[in-house]
């Protein structure tokens, strides 16, 4: 991807020609948390919203039946870009609420087989965001399993020295991020999910901050669950997906119950429905649906290999940028080799809070805080960092102005 070409990605994205900080232009880096969303998007949804709005499978009128078609088209298109059957993607409100599910099915008995019980094991790692933690610690907790994980490197790596005996006969669930999002970091998906296959464990994924960024086929991966969200890769908020082997599914009993994802029901007893269905109680998010099929079909349309190579470039220009900068230290990995366009980084004697301050001043957009991750954070000795994540739209001037902001932040503080 050229310059010129970047500039008319830009163009689709109304939001990206706005100023803030007293009219400087907006330096978006913080799409590893919400990236922007082109006006495909937002005219898919605003079209679907004023011609076909309807609630779906249950109307046999003109509105009802174009929703559906177009609500199962958008199911389809996913699971096509995700290399999963249509019946094995699960429309979810996000990645969290898809990793709950799955954490909760497999405490209940009614998993057969894949139900967790004591003496179990289930396998995650340091760097995990909390959301593919707590569910984990929780259900191990409930059912008397016990909770194990991959330690990290100083360079911000999976340190696999000792994977022969976290992946044992005990195992049942690996649980673990495709790429950090704090170190950027892309782990090595095909490889721990063959060692999970080979003692019978499944394999849980999640692609949160893989699928935006990099080509992935979870079937070709190997693994067989995961999740990821609508709002990370150019869609709206609302809608995230859970998607899994259909044969698991529908081993697994439902954890939400209601209208839509019954099969028969009597005063006594009820039965369900098959996946997709099986796990889509209520009324679901059928506008958002429309709309993330539309971001896949802009992001198809762009080529994720070209994205995850411009996204490369990124990565190796905030890097260098940074190493130029005195007082700041990479949290991760310090090369742009086997990780993503997502670097998290802290600046010698000034808070995250106060350097995302004076980056906001200069109109770069950064995220602060612990990111829904402070076992990381903990693990590299410090409360919380700063962190710049890029997406197609970031340009290298973004980068620059981005750096050179940086340069200002600890002066402003008296720091030399």
């Known amino acids: 991807m050229d310059a010129a070409e970047i500039e008319a990605l830009r163009a689709d994205f109304p939001i990206l020609h706005r100023t803030v900080a007293d009219g400087a232009p907006l330096v978006y880096l913080d799409s590893g948390a919400t990236s922007q969303r082109p006006e495909q998007v937002l005219k898919a949804e605003y079209e679907f919203a004023t011609t076909s709005y309807s609630a779906v499978h249950r109307g ?6 174009e929703a559906t078609d177009a609500f199962e088209a958008a199911r389809e298109t996913v699971a096509r870009f995700v290399g999963m059957p249509d019946d094995g993607v699960v429309w979810m409100r996000n990645a969290t609420e898809g990793l ?3 954490a909760s099915a497999l405490t209940d008995p009614e998993a057969g087989e894949y139900a967790l019980r004591p003496g179990d094991e289930v396998l995650v790692t340091e760097l995990e965001h909390h959301a593919n933690l707590v569910p984990w610690q929780r259900a191990a907790a409930r059912v008397g399993a016990t909770l194990r994980w991959i330690p990290l490197t100083d360079d911000g790596r999976l340190d696999l020295s000792g994977i022969d005996d976290l992946i044992n006969e005990r195992t049942k669930v690996v649980a673990f991020a495709h790429a950090s999002n704090v170190l950027g970091t892309v782990n090595p998906v095909r490889d721990l999910a063959a060692r999970a296959r080979a003692v019978g464990a499944l394999t849980v994924l999640d692609a949160c901050q893989s699928v ?7 079937g070709d991966l190997g693994v067989d669950a995961a999740v990821f969200s609508g709002h990370k890769m150019l869609g709206p908020t609302g809608i995230g997906v859970l998607a899994a082997r259909p044969d698991l599914l529908n081993a697994l009993p439902p954890v939400l119950t209601g209208g839509s994802m019954v099969e028969r029901v009597t005063m006594e007893t009820a039965t369900f429905r098959d996946a997709p269905q099986r ?10 649906a429309v709309a993330l099929r539309a971001a896949v079909d802009y992001l198809d349309r762009v080529g994720m290999h070209r994205i995850a190579a411009r996204e490369h470039q990124l990565a190796q220009l905030m890097l260098d940028g940074l190493a130029t900068v005195e007082g700041v230290r990479v949290i991760g990995p310090p090369t742009a080799e086997n990780r993503t366009a997502t670097v998290a980084f802290e600046v010698e004697g000034v808070h995250p809070h106060d350097v995302g301050q004076v980056l906001d001043a200069a109109g770069v957009a950064v995220r602060v805080g612990h990111h829904c991750a402070q076992p990381v954070h903990r693990r590299y000795g410090v409360n919380a960092s700063s962190r710049a994540s890029a997406y197609l739209y970031t340009t290298d001037a973004d980068v620059e102005r ?13 720091r030399s």
């Open 60 to 65: 046999a009128h003109t509105l009802a039946s």
């Open 100 to 102: 709950n599910v799955l």
């Open 279 to 288: 796990f889509e109680a209520g009324t679901p998010p059928v506008a958002q």
């Open 212 to 218: 935006p960024h990099l080509p992935v086929d979870l």
């Open 402 to 414: 981005f750096v050179e902001a940086l340069r200002t932040v600890r002066g402003f503080f008296g």
